[in-house]
């Protein structure tokens, strides 16, 4: 019963997003104000009734009603109750369900916060949202129904992939979707303002708030993501420039361009038709994405040919709203030009140069991902292109925008002194300076890029930390001052600069694992020992385990370090019975020069086991570092300019001009 | 969802037994050729999985090409003479770095061309006059006082 009002809530949604998507539309076009208010109440009901649909689904899974067919196949009674809920989007439908559940929840905020946008582009916004809505929705009636019944109903379920069986792969999918769903917001504005022909600062301040939001969740999503892949492959990979990935990080890529554009675009009401042109492409990558990952394509370009239908449809999905909104944009662009007029060196010339490298770097992983396939569906010639092609390109394109960001922020508008810049950055150059020498002297072994590397890093950080204390004029002024200036500083220039100081921790613990990575693979047999990196490990032998759906063979690993004893890792082998599949749980121990990681493989005979230890210099780092870059973006989003339905704020509005210069 | 949805569960449904990549008894005595093993096996593609290359897969296949590898190395090939070994059996799809060919010209110019047009692009926005356009879609006086407003400036 609650399945079917789950379906049919599911199908009422179809009909008001049909409505969302054309009554305020017309009202925006004849200018009636009753039509262009019926957006609010159908991105009020289009939300309810996709999320009463999403727990409906839920509650199937908890309940394990293996009379839907998509219980059935992806459920087991025996689960633990997260997982059976976490499995409501561990598949196909479920999945599909979920983003259109997100994507309605942003029509709602825009809805219920929108109050200060002029009437006109609301409905306008809603009514594109509406559209997005329409087109996914029949996508999931017609092709990817997550509420088909199965009759007779099998006594049990066909369980959920071991390997999804995880907290961060749990939680990984919400964050990823917040992320490049949001960005249809962005896609929204920018369409709705090429149909009104008319957009300006205003537009680029109701817009960063949204795509910032977007930004923060995506960051955290791919973090989670990398983070999952690092302890349950087994080996600690983290990043492997897989299809799947760069799927996820080219709207993320095009996401940070559009953020900094829009800034420019904000302050100094240039770059209008570019940041109009990002923000269509972001979601128009978000889409690809989707496509990618949606419709098989990437198992093989056969297999897509012979089961095309749910391909197909989204592919035509990506072509309408894209090709939609690029026509639009060619016919209406040219109307939009006005700018500010400002010099090579100033910080617009340096958000360009942002925007340059970024979307280059974009654009090659964007080509690199589709190359084979496209290659193989015009000639039938087969190649690979993998992390070799992607190192190979992406980082020079990259690296000179780490090099260039500190400087960014230190150029005034308009026309900047690159020499007063650098002499606030001096402090954090030397240091960097001396780090990358101090690598390049200790480092025995590794690649000539380390310790270049490493010096961007510690460049990002102290370049981060210069542009605050040089924002509160420390050792300047007298420190009084310095503290009433720190204080009084906007949340976004913190935002920023942590943002910025979160993609030098980052670099750092990028380089630091991939360039100093120790691996041990031994035949172990219980009392024997391995060294690594200073640490012994003494393996103890192996106990055999039950969990609530599998078996599993646990080693166990003392770990010591000048004949102290540290900790004792748990490494297992684990057999699930519903799919019967095996995965391995690593023992790790975080400590912060590196992680200890011992991965415990099979029974070799004669007592000995297969045993590959590592340890993964700064590792932590990665992720450490994109939690702080997303805990900058949500910092800058608490901004009160930026604060989406702020109170107006006229009256405070005078005291801030001397803490901003940006 | 789910990236790595379809490199996990491919390699994981391949591998009858869930042995993590290279194994002790493939491991080579001499650290330097087994170094270059690791090094030429990281650029060569496991045939079987998708995008993993043979020194990070589980699949049999790819531990054949592991072993295949590190005979040609024991053998006294050079690192360029082993790679051409496998990708005679196997074929330039093998190599996770396709060589730069008329078809794969394209990809390998992608960085270059992609930096030549953004700097075109630039340069030609930047000779357009910037002066303000006013046009019809300049605000009114009306609605540049409700910008004002909003905008709190």
């Known amino acids: 019963m609650i399945v079917e009002a789950g379906h049919f809530a599911l199908i009422l949604a179809l009909a008001i997003a049909v409505v969302q998507t054309c009554v305020p539309f017309w009202g925006a076009r004849i200018g009636d104000e009753r039509l262009m208010q019926m957006a609010v109440p159908a991105a009020f009901s289009q939300f309810a009734l996709v999320l009463f649909a999403f727990v409906a689904l839920i509650w199937a899974f908890v309940v394990s009603d293996f009379s839907v067919t998509n219980v059935y196949e992806n459920s087991h009674s025996a689960k633990p109750l997260i997982y059976k809920i976490s499995g409501t989007w561990g598949n196909h439908e479920g999945s599909m369900v979920l983003w259109v559940l997100i994507l309605a929840l942003f029509g709602a905020l825009v809805a219920a916060f929108g109050r200060n946008l002029p009437m006109r582009l609301r409905a306008n916004v809603l009514s594109v949202q509406g559209a997005i809505s329409l087109a996914f929705l029949i996508f999931i009636v017609a092709t990817s129904n997550p509420f088909i019944r199965l009759d007779p109903a099998p006594f049990e379920g066909k369980g959920l992939n071991p390997i999804l069986q995880d907290p961060a792969l749990a939680f990984h999918p919400p964050f990823l979707y917040a992320g490049y769903v949001g960005y249809s917001l962005a896609f929204s504005f920018a369409v709705a303002a090429l149909i009104e022909g008319r957009i300006d600062a205003a537009w680029a301040r109701w817009v960063r708030p949204w795509t910032l939001a977007a930004w923060s969740f995506l960051t955290v999503g791919i973090a989670l993501g990398s983070w999952w892949a690092y302890y349950e492959l087994g080996w600690g990979g983290w990043w492997f420039w897989d299809p799947v990935e760069n799927a996820s990080f080219m709207p993320w890529l095009a996401g940070t361009a559009l953020l900094h554009s829009a800034i420019v675009m904000e302050k100094r009401d240039s770059l209008k038709i570019w940041t109009v042109l990002l923000a269509i492409v972001t979601f128009a990558l978000s889409l690809v994405g989707t496509f990618l990952v949606r419709s098989g394509v990437l198992t093989s370009v056969h297999a897509f040919a012979v089961d095309p239908e749910r391909g197909v449809f989204i592919l035509a999905i990506m072509v309408i709203f894209t090709g939609g909104a690029l026509t639009l944009y060619a016919w209406r662009a040219p109307a939009l030009r006005a700018g500010g007029v400002f010099a090579p060196i100033s910080r617009e010339g340096s958000l360009i140069l942002n925007n340059l490298l970024l979307t280059a770097a974009c654009g090659v992983v964007f080509v690199g991902t589709l190359y084979p396939l496209a290659l193989e569906a015009i000639t039938g010639e087969k190649i690979s292109v993998g992390a070799p092609y992607f190192n190979a390109t992406f980082l020079p394109l990259i690296m000179p925008l780490l090099l260039a960001m500190p400087f960014g922020p230190m150029l005034a508008w308009k026309r900047g002194d690159m020499a007063a810049a650098f002499q606030r950055l001096l402090a954090a150059a030397v240091i960097a300076f001396i780090a990358g020498i101090a690598v390049l002297a200790s480092q025995e072994r590794g690649p000539w890029l380390a310790p270049i590397g490493f010096a961007l890093g510690i460049w990002l950080i102290g370049g981060a930390i210069s542009e605050i204390t040089s924002r509160c004029r420390l050792f300047e002024v007298p420190l009084r001052e310095t503290i009433s200036r720190l204080v009084n500083l906007p949340r976004a220039n913190f935002g920023s600069a942590l943002a910025h100081l979160g993609v030098g921790v980052a670099v750092l613990g990028i380089v630091g694992t991939s360039a100093w990575q120790v691996e041990r693979i031994a035949a172990l047999k219980p009392g024997e020992k391995i060294e690594i990196s200073g640490y012994t490990l003494s393996f103890q032998g192996v106990t055999p385990s039950r969990g609530p759906n599998y078996k599993e063979l646990i080693g166990t690993f003392e770990v010591a370090s000048n004949g102290e004893v540290l900790a004792t890792l748990l490494p297992s082998k684990r057999v699930y019975s519903a799919p019967r599949t095996q995965t391995s749980e690593v023992g790790i121990l975080a400590t912060w020069a590196g992680d200890v990681y011992i991965a415990i493989g099979d029974d070799l005979g004669e007592g000995a086991y297969s045993v590959r230890a590592y340890f993964h210099p700064l590792v932590r780092l990665i992720w450490i570092g994109a939690l702080i870059m997303a805990f900058g973006g949500v910092l800058s989003l608490a901004d009160r300019r930026l604060r989406v339905g702020a109170p107006r704020r006229s009256k405070i509005a005078p005291a801030r001009g001397l803490a901003t210069s940006g | ?153």
């Open chain 2, 1 to 153: 969802m789910t990236r790595w949805w379809t490199i996990a569960f491919v390699c994981v449904a391949l591998s009858s037994s869930m042995a993590r990549a290279v194994q002790p008894n493939e491991v080579l005595a001499d650290p330097a050729l087994e170094q270059r093993a690791r090094s030429i096996s990281a650029g060569l593609r496991c045939l079987v999985c998708q995008n993993q290359s043979i020194d990070d897969s589980d699949a049999p296949l790819a531990r054949d090409l592991r072993v295949l590898v590190r005979e040609r190395l024991k053998s006294g090939d050079s690192d360029a003479e082993a790679v051409k070994f496998i990708v005679a059996r196997y074929g330039e799809f093998v190599l996770l770095s396709p060589p730069f060919s008329f078809s794969t010209a394209l990809l390998w110019f992608t960085p270059a061309l992609l930096l030549l047009f953004g700097i075109y692009f630039i340069y030609r926005s930047s000779r357009i006059p910037m002066t303000t356009v006013k046009t019809s879609d300049a605000l009114s006086e009306d609605e540049q006082e409700q910008l004002k407003k909003i905008v709190g400036t």
